[in-house]
């Protein structure tokens, strides 16, 4: 333990590899789900088989092997180091933060330096990005055909499934985990976060989590999508523990990720960053992670009801033994309809970020904007029957849950109104990153709209669980998060790497994106109102000229995306070529710092006196702040 | 630059009032009526009606938006590259907040209160549990139908034809139907599309929807709802046919299944088959 103490540096080449380190981290995990599967083996009771639908299938050595394995990582990557030393008496230290040089192995260890947790972020849930596109491409394969199959029925199901929790569990921090966690501080005018352990530790959970996810295909995948309902869940087969020990460590991360850029935004704002000075983009990390903290306790609490119905053979969500199958929809929606603005919130913010400085202009109606993201980040609490409207829930309430949910519309409508604003007269470049926040505008539009059909009894009755609502969230999902996700790595990335990405590539990119993006999930509410339910593995044959189109921009998307990877790897590995300091000319403070941003952030405190939109005739080209780290 | 202002935006509302003007009839008036479901029931017909107002309403409203934006990006484009002006430093209009929140606010309690009244006048083919509260005219003398969700089909059965259970689905024409949706394993969806009918089928639930039949026809039966691997093998075919055919159907219905009959649960609201545990 203290070799941590020890600069990297002065270690002989060993101890590089067998430090706390991924590598330890990933041989200690398999030796703790051994552990785990183990004990869970020794303390089945023969007399549980009875349940099993499934031959061989211990769900109690399975969930206590994934339990520590998970904790067998966090060891061998050193988490347990510090409490360690302060129950042994040591003074309390940020150790991982000084001490690991700005050496490359930093990456692939626990480090507290909250810009590198947040390369490791973008990294790290990049890696399971693609995992989910490759499962939409398989899905998609499949679709080509109504009877010829390319996957057997479960395969399928479990592909379906694997996609669902992937973009719906790994990429609620795909903005807060890369961008909060690099941002905030920077724009707040602090060094680091509240609680620096806790952010990495966010991050190496979610890593975990993901893992445990695609382990779900040894065990015979899990037949229940992302929602995983009960009581389907009881008979799924052992793939399904792999759904639960994913998406409850996907809970605990988001809920302290959340809970940590909170502490840090209240707390650790520097002078004159008061909250009316905020920039747009924290306050939307705000009303996300007020979101996190409060949602994914209910999360975490009902995925281990649904563990215990699995193993300790409880009956929470078991019609007729007390139970009840409506318990679990209504828990999980209550986690899950808060859950879609955390994915949708950050993008807003994302877009108001970026219009004022491509329109150079102050952004529109800062307090609307406010009021409209702390405003969906309030009622989207209210709103969760909405998910169970024809399921004889509660049928009184749903002129209520009709009503909260198209008030919903109305702080959305908010933020366009700002960007709406924010462009009136001004001088607007059309750069990569503002062709992908325009792209949102046109995207969420139409998300927008379908949802208000879907939100109206009458119509959700022939569009609910069809492939209409599949194209609504896809609409709000992929072209409201990934377009901002890819506007936000174009925008910062020149920061974040310090490399200039190809404007050529970026720009095929964003049109092949847009074009082919549209093209598939357009024709999609088409399929929906014909007649075609959400997760089927075959369909009727005349729908199948519009589900080969679909296939076909699908696999356009993939290639969209594939350009993006050389672009990025082309630009940061090989080409490498330097980047501006602040090549969009924005007045916001982390542009006013060098590029690379030094170790420490800033040399002295900065101290604000407006806020970061000074653009215009008052004071022109003067920066916002005098920033203390560009000395 | 006020006078400026004023002619972009009179510009900006003629572009929008021409384009709504021409494409909002259209939407609402050619495109809406040939929508699905279609007119094969009363509450089809009625879920037609509602998709065309929320047409109506929502066209002109993403025309706004798009209209917008697509002309704020033309007109205030940056025409030189190597400019280093800034636009004017406006930070906010309280005048266009307040008119932007009280019309968003009316169009939006506009839709909830019609899609309220939509849903309350005939039930809208939803399920609404055991206790519905909106049924259409005529709800008291509804032809009860079991609708039994299991993997991977649904049967039916018919309390007032002595509890048979059928392999398909026959109804009557122009009748009103109360069809109790349940399950026997896990959560179905019983979707029967051309009748404008979802309900999800629980287990231990009695999810009623109500649909009032219109002339013959064939109906597409889906599960809505993921159900386990052979989900999307669980459809069928349904028919509502004339009154006197259904009466010939079902007697002959009742005779071909009076062995099985006596083997049956007598006929309830819901059943816990056993084993309680994991179903199926």
Same mark, same amino acid.
């Given at each position: 333990?203290?070799?941590?103490?020890?600069?990297?540096?002065?270690?002989?080449?060993?101890?590089?590899?067998?430090?706390?380190?991924?590598?330890?981290?990933?041989?200690?995990?398999?030796?703790?789900?051994?552990?785990?599967?183990?004990?869970?083996?020794?303390?089945?009771?023969?007399?549980?088989?009875?349940?099993?639908?499934?031959?061989?299938?211990?769900?109690?050595?399975?969930?206590?092997?994934?339990?520590?394995?998970?904790?067998?990582?966090?060891?061998?990557?050193?988490?347990?180091?510090?409490?360690?030393?302060?129950?042994?008496?040591?003074?309390?230290?940020?150790?991982?933060?000084?001490?690991?040089?700005?050496?490359?192995?930093?990456?692939?260890?626990?480090?507290?330096?909250?810009?590198?947790?947040?390369?490791?972020?973008?990294?790290?849930?990049?890696?399971?990005?693609?995992?989910?596109?490759?499962?939409?491409?398989?899905?998609?394969?499949?679709?080509?055909?109504?009877?010829?199959?390319?996957?057997?029925?479960?395969?399928?199901?479990?592909?379906?499934?694997?996609?669902?929790?992937?973009?719906?569990?790994?990429?609620?921090?795909?903005?807060?985990?890369?961008?909060?966690?690099?941002?905030?501080?920077?724009?707040?005018?602090?060094?680091?976060?509240?609680?620096?352990?806790?952010?990495?530790?966010?991050?190496?959970?979610?890593?975990?989590?993901?893992?445990?996810?695609?382990?779900?295909?040894?065990?015979?995948?899990?037949?229940?999508?992302?929602?995983?309902?009960?009581?389907?869940?009881?008979?799924?087969?052992?793939?399904?523990?792999?759904?639960?020990?994913?998406?409850?460590?996907?809970?605990?991360?988001?809920?302290?990720?959340?809970?940590?850029?909170?502490?840090?935004?209240?707390?650790?704002?520097?002078?004159?960053?008061?909250?009316?000075?905020?920039?747009?983009?924290?306050?939307?990390?705000?009303?996300?992670?007020?979101?996190?903290?409060?949602?994914?306790?209910?999360?975490?609490?009902?995925?281990?009801?649904?563990?215990?119905?699995?193993?300790?053979?409880?009956?929470?969500?078991?019609?007729?033994?007390?139970?009840?199958?409506?318990?679990?929809?209504?828990?999980?929606?209550?986690?899950?309809?808060?859950?879609?603005?955390?994915?949708?919130?950050?993008?807003?913010?994302?877009?108001?970020?970026?219009?004022?400085?491509?329109?150079?202009?102050?952004?529109?109606?800062?307090?609307?904007?406010?009021?409209?993201?702390?405003?969906?980040?309030?009622?989207?609490?209210?709103?969760?029957?909405?998910?169970?409207?024809?399921?004889?829930?509660?049928?009184?309430?749903?002129?209520?849950?009709?009503?909260?949910?198209?008030?919903?519309?109305?702080?959305?409508?908010?933020?366009?109104?700002?960007?709406?604003?924010?462009?009136?007269?001004?001088?607007?470049?059309?750069?990569?990153?503002? /062709?992908?926040?325009?792209?949102? !505008?046109?995207? +969420?539009? %139409? $998300?927008?709209?379908?949802? &208000? @059909? *879907?939100?109206? =009894?009458?119509?959700?009755?022939?569009?609910?669980?069809?492939?209409?609502?599949?194209?609504?969230?896809?609409?709000?999902?992929?072209?409201?998060?990934?377009?901002?996700?890819?506007?936000?790595?174009?925008?910062?990335?020149?920061?974040?790497?310090?490399?200039?990405?190809?404007?050529?590539?970026?720009?095929?990119?964003?049109?092949?994106?847009?074009?082919?993006?549209?093209?598939?999930?357009?024709?999609?509410?088409?399929?929906?109102?014909?007649?075609?339910?959400?997760?089927?593995?075959?369909?009727?044959?005349?729908?199948?000229? /519009?589900?080969?189109?679909?296939? !076909?921009?699908? +696999?356009? %998307? $993939?290639?969209?995306?594939? &350009? @993006? *990877?050389?672009? =990025?790897?082309?630009?940061?590995?090989?080409?490498?070529?330097?980047?501006?300091?602040?090549?969009?000319?924005?007045?916001?403070?982390?542009?006013?710092?060098?590029?690379?941003?030094?170790?420490?952030?800033?040399?002295?405190?900065?101290?604000?006196?407006?806020?970061?939109?000074?653009?215009?005739?008052?004071?022109?080209?003067?920066?916002?702040?005098?920033?203390?780290?560009?000395? | 630059?006020?006078?400026?202002?004023?002619?972009?935006?009179?510009?900006?509302?003629?572009?929008?009032?021409?384009?709504?003007?021409?494409?909002?009839?259209?939407?609402?008036?050619?495109?809406?009526?040939?929508?699905?479901?279609?007119?094969?029931?009363?509450?089809?017909?009625?879920?037609?009606?509602?998709?065309?107002?929320?047409?109506?309403?929502?066209?002109?409203?993403?025309?706004?938006?798009?209209?917008?934006?697509?002309?704020?990006?033309?007109?205030?484009?940056?025409?030189?590259?190597?400019?280093?002006?800034?636009?004017?430093?406006?930070?906010?209009?309280?005048?266009?907040?307040?008119?932007?929140?009280?019309?968003?606010?009316?169009?939006?309690?506009?839709?909830?209160?019609?899609?309220?009244?939509?849903?309350?006048?005939?039930?809208?083919?939803?399920?609404?549990?055991?206790?519905?509260?909106?049924?259409?005219?005529?709800?008291?003398?509804?032809?009860?139908?079991?609708?039994?969700?299991?993997?991977?089909?649904?049967?039916?059965?018919?309390?007032?034809?002595?509890?048979?259970?059928?392999?398909?689905?026959?109804?009557?024409?122009?009748?009103?139907?109360?069809?109790?949706?349940?399950?026997?394993?896990?959560?179905?969806?019983?979707?029967?599309?051309?009748?404008?009918?979802?309900?999800?089928?629980?287990?231990?639930?009695?999810?009623?929807?109500?649909?009032?039949?219109?002339?013959?026809?064939?109906?597409?039966?889906?599960?809505?709802?993921?159900?386990?691997?052979?989900?999307?093998?669980?459809?069928?075919?349904?028919?509502?046919?004339?009154?006197?055919?259904?009466?010939?159907?079902?007697?002959?219905?009742?005779?071909?299944?009076?062995?099985?009959?006596?083997?049956?649960?007598?006929?309830?609201?819901?059943?816990?088959?056993?084993?309680?545990?994991?179903?199926?």
């Amino acid at each position: 333990m203290s070799a941590i103490a020890m600069p990297a540096s002065q270690r002989p080449a060993w101890r590089r590899f067998f430090g706390f380190n991924l590598l330890t981290g990933i041989v200690l995990g398999l030796v703790g789900y051994l552990i785990g599967d183990l004990i869970g083996k020794a303390i089945h009771a023969p007399s549980l088989d009875y349940y099993s639908t499934q031959a061989g299938q211990n769900d109690i050595s399975i969930l206590l092997g994934y339990l520590f394995g998970v904790i067998g990582f966090l060891i061998g990557l050193g988490f347990a180091n510090y409490p360690v030393r302060r129950l042994l008496g040591h003074p309390p230290t940020l150790a991982e933060h000084e001490d690991e040089g700005e050496g490359w192995t930093r990456y692939f260890r626990l480090c507290t330096d909250h810009k590198v947790v947040a390369i490791q972020y973008i990294i790290g849930i990049g890696v399971f990005f693609l995992v989910g596109g490759i499962n939409a491409m398989l899905i998609r394969s499949e679709l080509l055909q109504p009877n010829t199959h390319v996957f057997g029925a479960n395969q399928y199901l479990t592909l379906v499934g694997m996609h669902g929790a992937m973009m719906m569990g790994m990429m609620t921090s795909v903005i807060l985990g890369p961008f909060a966690n690099w941002l905030v501080p920077l724009m707040i005018g602090t060094r680091r976060m509240a609680f620096p352990r806790i952010e990495a530790f966010t991050f190496w959970l979610l890593m975990a989590a993901g893992v445990i996810l695609i382990t779900t295909i040894f065990f015979g995948g899990f037949q229940t999508g992302w929602t995983g309902y009960a009581p389907l869940s009881d008979q799924s087969t052992a793939g399904y523990d792999a759904y639960i020990g994913f998406f409850a460590l996907i809970g605990v991360s988001m809920c302290l990720l959340g809970f940590n850029l909170l502490a840090t935004i209240i707390t650790m704002r520097a002078p004159g960053m008061t909250w009316s000075r905020l920039p747009i983009f924290v306050w939307s990390v705000v009303a996300t992670s007020i979101l996190m903290l409060l949602a994914a306790p209910m999360l975490i609490a009902t995925l281990l009801m649904g563990a215990l119905d699995r193993t300790a053979q409880t009956a929470f969500f078991v019609s007729g033994n007390g139970g009840s199958a409506y318990l679990y929809q209504n828990l999980f929606w209550v986690f899950g309809h808060p859950e879609v603005y955390i994915v949708a919130l950050p993008g807003f913010g994302i877009v108001l970020e970026l219009l004022p400085v491509f329109s150079r202009k102050p952004l529109w109606g800062y307090r609307l904007a406010v009021a409209g993201m702390l405003g969906v980040s309030l009622l989207s609490f209210f709103v969760w029957q909405h998910h169970l409207f024809v399921s004889g829930i509660n049928a009184d309430l749903r002129p209520f849950y009709m009503l909260s949910t198209e008030l919903i519309s109305l702080p959305t409508g908010f933020i366009f109104l700002c960007a709406m604003g924010t462009i009136w007269r001004g001088r607007i470049r059309f750069t990569v990153p503002m /062709l992908f926040c325009l792209g949102w !505008v046109f995207n +969420f539009l %139409i $998300g927008g709209i379908s949802g &208000v @059909f *879907l939100s109206d =009894v009458p119509s959700d009755v022939t569009t609910h669980g069809s492939f209409f609502s599949m194209a609504h969230f896809h609409y709000t999902i992929m072209g409201g998060l990934v377009f901002t996700l890819f506007a936000a790595i174009y925008y910062w990335g020149p920061k974040m790497f310090g490399v200039r990405f190809n404007d050529r590539l970026s720009k095929i990119h964003f049109w092949s994106l847009f074009i082919a993006f549209n093209s598939t999930f357009a024709p999609l509410f088409a399929l929906g109102m014909l007649g075609m339910p959400r997760r089927v593995v075959t369909y009727p044959a005349n729908l199948q000229p /519009l589900n080969d189109w679909v296939s !076909v921009s699908a +696999f356009v %998307i $993939g290639l969209s995306m594939l &350009v @993006f *990877l050389v672009n =990025v790897v082309w630009s940061l590995v090989f080409k490498r070529e330097p980047a501006d300091p602040n090549p969009w000319r924005s007045k916001s403070l982390e542009w006013q710092l060098p590029t690379p941003v030094p170790l420490h952030d800033f040399d002295t405190f900065p101290v604000f006196d407006e806020d970061p939109y000074p653009y215009g005739a008052e004071r022109p080209g003067a920066p916002a702040v005098a920033a203390g780290g560009a000395s | 630059m006020p006078t400026d202002n004023v002619n972009h935006l009179r510009r900006l509302a003629l572009i929008w009032l021409l384009v709504s003007v021409v494409a909002t009839p259209l939407v609402v008036f050619v495109l809406a009526p040939g929508l699905p479901p279609g007119n094969g029931s009363v509450q089809a017909s009625g879920q037609v009606v509602d998709n065309g107002v929320l047409l109506g309403v929502s066209t002109p409203v993403a025309l706004a938006v798009l209209v917008y934006f697509v002309y704020a990006l033309i007109a205030f484009r940056e025409r030189d590259p190597s400019s280093v002006l800034d636009g004017p430093p406006v930070r906010g209009h309280s005048g266009v907040q307040t008119t932007w929140l009280v019309v968003t606010t009316a169009i939006v309690l506009f839709l909830a209160a019609y899609g309220s009244i939509r849903m309350l006048e005939d039930g809208a083919g939803g399920g609404q549990g055991p206790n519905p509260i909106a049924k259409p005219a005529g709800a008291a003398g509804a032809l009860q139908v079991q609708v039994i969700g299991q993997q991977w089909k649904f049967t039916y059965r018919y309390p007032s034809f002595g509890g048979v259970e059928t392999n398909d689905l026959e109804l009557p024409a122009n009748r009103v139907v109360a069809l109790h949706v349940t399950s026997l394993d896990v959560i179905h969806s019983f979707w029967a599309y051309q009748l404008g009918v979802k309900a999800d089928a629980n287990p231990g639930v009695d999810n009623i929807a109500y649909v009032t039949t219109k002339g013959p026809l064939t109906i597409n039966i889906h599960c809505a709802e993921l159900c386990g691997v052979w989900h999307g093998y669980m459809y069928a075919t349904g028919r509502v046919v004339p009154q006197n055919q259904f009466a010939a159907w079902i007697h002959q219905q009742q005779l071909q299944y009076a062995p099985v009959r006596k083997l049956l649960p007598p006929y309830s609201t819901t059943y816990f088959p056993d084993p309680q545990r994991r179903g199926g």
